[in-house]
């Protein structure tokens, strides 16, 4: 009844003070970021939403969740074993293998780090919202009733006529006045502890920046690695045109006749690639190549290739700059010039 008159504004309430409104909406602040914080925090370290549910089951359950195979992991092994049919000893399955065992690598580092975040900074802040938080609010609604008590005893005091019903009245007041000042002062106290679960939800945070620094460093040293097993593969120069000239992408030992690479890159960092070509362009002789990759030719205007082999190329005027005549005894035909190294 005092709550709906309250509402109706047919009757007074009485105010909390100003300190302990402060700490509730300070509380309520917390508990709405802590919730999204978290919420995004488990999307942005298990995307999928199917295993989160299902890791968020087993956890409940205490048991172990079904180890499945993640996202980097099984485009791993899909590359292994790619790499293993078309044959470990070509230069495109090689290179397979060794992209899937990063891309395993980074998978390994993946569950780390939701191993770790998940036991320093998703816990925590979710041992608040179901543990601390959810005694702050039982208190609170406690306060909020013995609140509704002393005002509904205030009005009843302001109606009593006679002295007998005004006594009453007025014990009834100091017993529900004396109620609600203990519960204000038991929820001041735990609200009081929103500042302590700030500090410590604060440390939380630095342990989750410091799991991320580490698989952001374990991820760029497994594809640094991986760049130089690689060497000198054109893909490198052919997915890199935009590269800006303080980062040239070159792995290259010898001077490589990269042409496409001369061309998109700034010329400063390719002088060494472009040297041997432009000699080879200017002069009418002939040198050897070693073939670094296996090439099938698209037509019959051009020559296919084998990995390591050596054949003989020259240029011939207005032929395109990206490919160079090639000859394998009475065989010859266009050969494109990032699967070649120049020979001196």
């Known amino acids: 009844l005092q709550f709906t008159e309250e509402k109706l504004g047919q009757a007074e309430k009485t105010e909390l003070d100003a300190h302990l409104e402060n700490l509730l909406s300070k509380a309520e602040c917390t508990k709405l970021w802590t919730e999204k ?42 590359m292994i074993d790619a790499g293993n049919e078309f044959g470990p000893g070509t230069a495109y399955g090689n290179a397979l293998i060794k992209c899937g065992e990063t891309q395993k690598r980074i998978g390994t580092a993946d569950r780390e780090l939701i191993q770790t975040s998940a036991i320093n900074f998703l816990t925590p802040l979710r041992n608040f919202i179901e543990g601390d938080y959810k005694t702050i609010t039982k208190e609170r609604k406690l306060l909020q009733n ?26 009834e007041v100091r017993i529900t006045q004396s109620e609600f000042d203990r519960q204000a002062e ?32 374990q991820c760029y040293q497994y594809m640094l690695d991986l760049q130089k097993q690689l060497g000198s593969f054109p893909s490198t120069f052919l997915s890199n045109n935009n590269q800006s000239s303080t980062t040239p992408v070159q792995s290259v030992s010898t001077p490589s006749v990269l042409a496409s690479a001369s061309a998109s890159l700034p010329s ?54 990206d490919w160079l005549m090639g000859e394998r005894g009475n065989q010859k035909g266009k050969v494109p010039i990032t699967y070649l190294e120049l020979l001196n």
């Not at 008590?149 to 205030?154: E, F, G, P, R, S």
Request: glycine share 4%; aromatic share 6%; charged share 25%.
């Open 37 to 78: 914080i978290m919420k995004q925090t488990e999307v942005l370290l298990q995307p999928n939403p199917n295993a989160r549910i299902e890791e968020f089951v087993y956890e409940k359950l205490d048991r172990k969740a079904p180890s499945r195979m993640n996202n980097p992991e099984l485009l791993g092994q899909y």
């Open 146 to 171: 013995k609140r509704l008590d002393l005002d509904a005893a205030k009005t009843r005091l302001k109606k009593a006529k006679v002295a007998e019903a005004r006594a009453a009245s007025e014990q």
């Open 186 to 217: 038991i929820t001041r106290l735990l609200l009081e502890g929103i500042s302590s679960t700030h500090a410590h939800h604060l440390r939380c945070l630095n342990d989750f920046v410091e799991a991320q620094m580490t698989y952001y460093a």
């Open 268 to 321: 400063v960092s390719n002088s060494i690639i472009t040297s041997g070509l432009s000699e080879l362009k200017s002069s009418s002789g002939s040198r050897k190549a070693r073939v670094l990759y296996d090439y099938d030719a698209a037509n019959s205007s051009e020559l296919s290739l084998l990995a390591d082999e050596v054949i003989t190329v020259y240029s011939i005027p207005g032929m395109d700059s």
